[in-house]
């Protein structure tokens, strides 16, 4: 299939370059050299204006050294995610072949976060940490489960890992936590898989607070 963006997606791109990018925004932004901007002209493109969007950018995180600028980008089929410190020499750049999966990406730089200690970037809360379970048992949960005035849960078993999306929602991979309890990265919401005498799978139970909403397995 052929998709002719060529107005609004037509310049093609890759990680490296967008990373040089970065490289050279913030090197203009702190008065050094930089082979692609002037100064006055990289501080003028990250300074916030309506809504925190600067000239090319967006921005976020508070003033100082967590100040930061980003931006994503889709075509179909693709999805990608630049995000870089205002002051300093921090950032990353993460594209994937895949769309409606921001999960990954955020998991991704919240990896790249942890590892290089990129400040106010992440909650200081400790991860939650899951159980290794075995993918026969994974895969037992792949179905579609429905409740009445709710949005159908579709769980899929892929690469040895669950992903789920409620109605037409983004994708989102869930973790054990045991052979039954499952919970999201950033998402409060915890799921709990029901099995029959049988050993059949027949209900998932999402538990948010005190809320809970029982789905059925769709036969």
Do not use: C
Not at 195 to 215: D, F, L, M, Q, Y
């Amino acid at each position: 299939m052929i998709h002719p963006e060529l107005a609004p997606a037509g310049l093609w791109t890759t990680p490296t370059d967008l990373a040089r990018l970065i490289i050279e925004v913030q090197d203009a932004a702190a008065g050094r050299p930089s082979r692609a901007l002037e100064p006055q002209r990289a501080r003028e493109i990250l300074t916030g204006r309506v809504d925190n969007a600067g000239l090319g950018f967006f921005l976020t995180g508070p003033n100082g050294s967590s100040r930061r600028f980003m931006h994503s980008g889709r075509n179909a089929g693709f999805d990608a995610f630049l995000v870089a410190y205002k002051n300093g020499r921090q950032g990353a750049v993460v594209m994937i072949n895949r769309n409606n999966n921001g999960g990954f990406i955020n998991e991704v730089l919240d990896s790249v976060a942890r590892e290089y200690h990129w400040p106010d970037y992440i909650s200081p809360a400790p991860q939650q940490e899951y159980e290794p379970v075995p993918p026969s048992v994974q895969r037992s949960y792949a179905g579609v489960y429905e409740a009445a005035d709710r949005p159908r849960l579709t769980v899929v078993f892929e690469d040895d890992k669950l992903f789920a999306r409620a109605g037409d929602d983004a994708w989102f991979r869930i973790y054990p936590t045991s052979a039954s309890e499952f919970f999201a990265a950033g998402n409060a919401t915890r799921w709990t898989f029901i099995k029959a005498p049988s050993g059949r799978v027949e209900e998932v139970i999402a538990r948010s607070g005190k809320n809970e909403v029982h789905r059925r397995r769709v036969p």
